[in-house]
């Protein structure tokens, strides 16, 4: 066992977030946009939500459209450690991979608490209120625990808190490095594993009482992969999730040949090997789902299980278009993720599910505005958890994201759920607000306002 210091568990905030706020224009969900919406907020929630009226003396005003704040639904903090500087060498994701477990190999808590916190204040920034971490960097270099095994995740806890915004804490089996159950490689694999379902349980069990009074945390598993978890360890997992009514996600499908190692081993594809362990389900989301058969899709389809696409990864790293408007008539929930952060923008990520379709299709339409913003809003918080949370209305929380309509992007294009899908960038948002309190204000995070120093100088310390 090391000998680090315990990572404290940060504690909530408990000022009073009672207030009024004033937006010039605000979406209401659908094709709805109203002007001069008041909303009064009590203990983080929304009160009331009144359109047409004028600005309360008392109220504070946000510019521009205001939509509900938005749910990353798939994030490696650590990844955002590689952005720009994996674009030289031709490769594919594998290649891509071996320089992930090398930034993976050098974190300790300090360091991941510090790149991370750099990390949600840029999701912060960018309208993003709520983020599901899909956590396997659990364990000190050669596969060690710390004196608290759960240390890595409350450096995450601290982070968020300290950057103002929800986290569900997506705590992830990884005990395999392929499909026929190969042990977890030498080196920074040896980080993930906990050995067994059994052991991973037992830990995660300790995290979740550790955070059960934390109003802004939700503690979720996650199933690494097929190659990450063997099929004899997944009931563990599923189990775990079910006993606490917890989000359960999971990478499925996100290469060919993951596909092709399943199919040869257990002569199914990754979503059917989920469904036979009793993975799929409402509460489950299925990261990337990029290459599925006509039976994937009916079995995700029948089991109301989720999806998250994550395109601008996906483009990144070559992998290939999902097939969106078929999930999307699937009924089950459809979120967005920045998964490895070549860009933190999930206007970016939304307005690619529809772009990806019209490259593939040669046709233009496929998905309207409005659904890829609820993906991107009350989708994004229900597949983490927040089922309370991403659309403006009385009883849900106060999350508020202003979005500039008279930038130099999306001047001319007015108060519309198009101009934001499709014009408007993450440099466009002004201000947000989480649960009732001002985390950025007029383009500056409140906490955190010097975060891209704090980026640079963590990123450079990592990478040498």
Known sequence: MTTAPAVP????????????????????????????????VADGYILTVTAGTDAPADAHRLPGLTIPGMGNAHSHAFHRALRSHTQRERGTFWTWRDTMYR????????????????????????????????HYL?????????????????ALVRAAADAGIRLTLLDTCYLSSAPDGSPLAEGPQQRFGDGSGVDWALRVDQLAKDLDAHPNVVVGAAIHSVRGVPIAQMPEVVAWADSHRAPLHVHSSEQTSEIDRCLAVHGR?????????????????????THLTKGDLTDLK????????????????????????????????????????????LFE???????????????????DAQRLLRAATLDGQKALGWDDAGILRAGMRADFVAV????????????????????????????????????????????????AAQLGRSIGALLG
């Open 138 to 154: 659990h364990h000190a270099p050669g596969g060690t625990p710390y004196a608290d095994p759960n240390e890595m995740g409350h």
């Open 269 to 289: 594809t990754p979503t059917a090997v989920l469904r036979d362990v009793g993975a799929l389900g409402p509460r489950t989301t299925a990261v990337h789902a």
């Open 349 to 367: 990520e939304a307005r690619a599910v529809e772009l990806d379709e019209r490259l593939g299709r040669r046709e233009r339409g496929v998905i």
């Open 9 to 40: 568990v940060a504690a909530p905030r408990t000022e009073s977030t009672d207030s009024t706020w004033w937006c010039e224009y605000a979406w209401l969900g659908g094709d709805l946009v109203e002007s001069g919406v008041t909303i009064t």
């Open 404 to 451: 500039d309509i008279a930038s130099i992007r999306t001047a001319g294009g007015g108060a519309t759920p198009e101009n934001i899908v499709f014009a408007a960038s993450a440099a466009d948002v002004t201000d947000v607000v989480v649960d009732g309190r001002p985390v950025v204000t007029e383009r500056r995070h409140v906490t955190v306002p010097d975060a």
């Open 103 to 134: 930034a993976a190999g050098r974190l300790d808590p300090d360091s991941y608490y510090a790149l991370a916190r750099g990390v949600y204040a840029e999701m912060a920034l960018t309208g993003i209120t709520s983020v599901g971490e899909f």
């Open 302 to 345: 029948t089991s109301g299980t989720g999806v998250c696409f994550c395109p601008t990864t996906e483009r990144d790293l070559g992998d290939g278009i999902g097939p969106a408007p078929a999930l999307l008539a699937g009924g089950g929930l459809f979120s967005l993720g920045s998964d490895s952060h070549a860009v933190i923008d």
